[in-house]
């Protein structure tokens, strides 16, 4: 029971510390939304997290929906492309909501704002789910989250507790000053040769 406790303790201060830096990161290098077309951003495919998208429209007909192993709906993603461009081209980014109709309330939006989703918000399954679809994705594609936005006081926290966790968890497994200075005595007497 107690290996198990201290596995879990181990994970919790790895996602925090992944975590953190990653929100830190994005925070630091993303004070404000990075806006360009969605042509723009289709030739390009800037390097920013923190997006707005102008000049585009949704295509929630060609709509994914991403359910969990038990069936229940993850979330929907659809097409983001530039207002003049033809449906079913390549997908340079797909727009994410909880619910079918917070997918139809985004298709009335006239600039798209959010979070490029990456490293630790990234879910394997979502993508694998884009894989078996029809949709033609750029190699590159990325999931725009709208409700998302760069938390940095928050993941600084969170940054600062994994430090802290593994700080405490070194220093448990690190025996005493005092228990090894009594092994080094205890070993010097073992091995002390008798005098005749």
């Known amino acids: 029971m107690r290996g198990l406790i201290g596995l879990f303790l181990i994970l919790v201060c790895v996602a925090f510390i992944w975590g953190g830096a990653q929100g830190v990161y994005v925070g630091l290098t993303n004070t404000a939304p990075h806006e360009l077309s969605c042509k723009q951003f289709a030739a390009s495919h800037s390097g920013k997290t923190w997006l707005r998208l102008t000049g585009c429209r949704l295509d929630p007909e060609r709509a994914v929906s991403v359910r969990t192993e038990r069936g229940t709906v993850k979330g929907?993603?659809?097409?983001?492309?530039?207002?003049?461009?033809a449906t079913g081209g390549t997908v340079h980014v797909l727009v994410q909501a909880d619910s079918e109709k917070g997918l139809v309330a985004l298709a009335f939006e006239k600039?798209?704002?959010g979070m490029a989703?990456?490293?630790?918000?990234?879910d394997d399954r979502v993508r694998e789910a884009f894989d078996?679809?029809?949709l033609k994705l750029a190699r590159?594609?990325?999931?725009?989250d709208p409700a998302a936005r760069p938390a940095l006081g928050t993941n600084a926290i969170m940054l600062f507790a994994g430090l802290l966790l593994g700080t405490f968890m070194l220093r448990r497994l690190k025996p005493?000053?005092?228990?090894?200075?009594?092994a080094r005595v205890e070993h010097a007497d073992r091995t002390t040769a008798p005098i005749p």
């Open 117 to 122: 989703l990456f490293g630790i918000e990234e």
């Open 140 to 144: 590159n594609y990325v999931i725009l």
């Open 132 to 134: 078996k679809a029809t």
């Open 111 to 113: 600039d798209y704002e």
């Open 176 to 182: 005493s000053g005092a228990n090894v200075e009594q």
């Open 76 to 85: 929907y993603y659809a097409p983001l492309i530039p207002k003049d461009a």
